[in-house]
C-alpha cells in the first residue's frame, strides 16, 4: 500500500475549514465548482471536471476535527479502494489540515500527478479562507501541458 | 519505509531541466538560492535557509534522465537515510519530471509538510523555465504560519 501525505495551516479557526469541506458551497471553492451531493455520514459526493471525475461516500464526520471520505465507483480506476482523509487541529491562530489519500495498491506516476496535484487544491483552499479566493476546477493550475 | 512522489510536466527539452538540478546556479533558481557544492557524482550539495538547513551528496547522474542524492549530515533529523530522485522524460514538447523522496522511516506530519513544499518548490522550477522566474527560498511561498 502507498499514501499521499500533505500538511498546511490555515489563518482561521477549524470551523472554517470544517465547512469547506463538508458542503457543496465549501467545496466548490476550493476543488471543483461542480459539487453535488455533500451531506452527513452515509452520503455520496460528486466531484466533476468537464463531466467526469470521482464520487465519494461520507465515512465520518467529527466536527472541526475529522473528515473522512472513501472512494466510491469506478473512476478512477486507481483510486478504487482509497480513502481521502482531513484531520484539524487549531494551534494559536492557525488551523493545521493533515491530508491523506491512503491505500494506493502501488507507487504510481499518476499517484505522483495526484499528489501534486492535491497540494495544488489544498493552497487554494488556504487561498480561499485567507484571501477570499480559491482556485478551483476549471481555474485551477495545471502542472502539466496534457 | 514512506516515500514521497511527485510528478509535473514542464514545456522544455530535458537538458533544460538536467541543468536546474545540476548546478549551484539552476538549483538557487528554485529551491534556495543560497547553494554551493553542486558537481558531478561524489559531491556534497549545500542548501541553505537562512543559514541552515540539508546536504546531499550526488550519488548517481545520467545526462537529461535522472539525478540521484543520498542525504547526508544529519539536518533535519527525519532525512536521515532518505534519497531524492529526479527522473526526466521527454514526450512531444514536454518534459515530464517525476520526483521522489523515499525511504522515510514512517509516515510522519513532518513528512506531510514535506510533501506540500516539495510540491510549492517543483512548481517554482516549473515557473523558472517556463516563466523566467522561479520563487526559490526565501521568496517561496509559505504553506503556514510558523
Known amino acids: 500500500m502507498a499514501n499521499i501525505i500533505h500538511k498546511i495551516g490555515i489563518f482561521c479557526s477549524p470551523n472554517e475549514v470544517y465547512k469547506l ?3 457543496d ?3 466548490s471553492k476550493w476543488w471543483t465548482t461542480d459539487t453535488s451531493g455533500a451531506g452527513d455520514v452515509g452520503s455520496i459526493i460528486e466531484f466533476r471536471f468537464n463531466g467526469m ?6 465515512i465520518d464526520l ?21 480513502e481521502v482523509s482531513f484531520e ?14 491512503s491505500n494506493w495498491k502501488e507507487q504510481t506516476e499518476f499517484m505522483g500527478h495526484c499528489s501534486t496535484k492535491w497540494a495544488v487544491f489544498l493552497l ?6 485567507e484571501t477570499g479566493k480559491g482556485n478551483p476546477h476549471p481555474y485551477d493550475l ?4 496534457d
Not at 467529527?62 to 482509497?82: C, F, N, R, Y
Not at 484539524?88 to 489519500?101: E, I, W
Open 25 to 27: 458551497e465549501g467545496l
Open 124 to 129: 487554494s483552499l488556504k487561498a480561499a479562507i
Open 53 to 58: 471525475g470521482p464520487d465519494f461516500e461520507v
Open 142 to 145: 495545471h502542472i502539466d501541458h
Open 21 to 23: 469541506l463538508t458542503t
Open 88 to 101: 484539524l487541529s487549531n494551534v494559536g491562530k492557525q488551523t493545521y489540515l493533515l491530508f491523506k489519500h
Open 62 to 82: 467529527q466536527p472541526d476535527s475529522l473528515v473522512l471520505w472513501k472512494h466510491s465507483g469506478e473512476i478512477p480506476d486507481a483510486w478504487m479502494g482509497t
